[in-house]
């Protein structure tokens, strides 16, 4: 069954770094969306992807964050210059144009362990 | 802000045991979806609800929507020590943004 994959699967970094998340979506999905869950806390929405642009962001997707689909598969997610409150998981998914009222797949997600 | 209130937080039942999982907002959803969550794993998609008073059946799981589309349930039947986990309920209000509910965490003690 196609899913999603996300490398790496835990990422440690010193503040101020850049870090680069990847995303493989499934193969026929045409939009895309980044979501984190901070330890002990909600899912929340970072960006939605459709159409090599962003479509929608939340207040959280400042301009250190960044998305691009570099090639046909691959879906990134970069933070410019990491915080010590980006440390979360980071989870990728996606749909297809004609997903049944926005069913999203997510990937397993990348542990960002910011130092 | 749409906020989407789901409880109980924890649920701790022993096996055979029937339970609900309730997801509330005072805004209207266009859709919702239920997702099952494991410690470190990324949310698997269970069911996604659309109509007012809709009902969807997944084996000992019944999902529900209520009419007005602003709340939906989770029913389990005679829990088994396998459905231990994080159930999270996500809807979408407008565009395609899912917002989810802070999870409830089942404990199906055998």
């Known amino acids: 069954e196609p899913e999603v994959t996300q490398t790496p699967s835990h990422q440690v970094t010193q503040m101020g770094q850049e870090v680069i998340l990847r995303c493989v979506p499934i193969?026929?999905?045409?939009?895309f969306y980044w979501y984190r869950q901070i330890l002990g806390q909600k899912v929340e929405f970072l960006v939605s992807?459709?159409?090599?642009?962003?479509?929608?962001k939340s207040e959280i997707f400042d301009d250190q964050f960044s998305v691009e689909r570099p090639d046909g598969s691959n879906f990134t997610l970069k933070i410019r210059s990491t915080k010590l409150e980006d440390s979360a998981m980071y989870f990728c998914?996606?749909?297809?144009?004609?997903?049944?009222?926005?069913?999203?797949?997510f990937g397993p997600g990348t542990r960002l362990t910011v130092l | 802000t749409q906020l989407l209130e789901q409880s109980p937080q924890f649920l701790s039942i022993q096996e055979g045991e029937n339970l609900t999982v309730y997801c509330n907002s005072s805004?209207?959803?266009?859709?919702l979806q239920w997702y099952r969550q494991e410690p470190g794993e990324g949310p698997v998609l269970l069911v996604t609800?659309?109509?007012?008073?809709e009902v969807k059946k997944l084996k000992r799981l019944t999902f529900q929507f209520g009419d007005a589309r602003k709340d939906s349930s989770l029913h389990i039947t005679a829990a088994q020590p396998g459905d231990t986990g994080l159930y999270l309920c996500?809807?979408?209000?407008?565009?395609?943004?899912?917002?989810f509910g802070a999870g409830t965490i089942l404990r199906v003690k055998s």
């Open positions: 998914a996606s749909r297809s144009r004609g997903a049944n009222y926005n069913e999203q797949f």
């Open positions: 193969s026929n999905h045409l939009y």
């Open positions: 992807f459709y159409n090599n642009e962003i479509s929608e």
């Open positions: 805004s209207v959803f266009s859709s």
């Open positions: 609800v659309v109509t007012g008073g």
């Open positions: 996500a809807g979408v209000f407008y565009g395609n943004k899912l917002v």
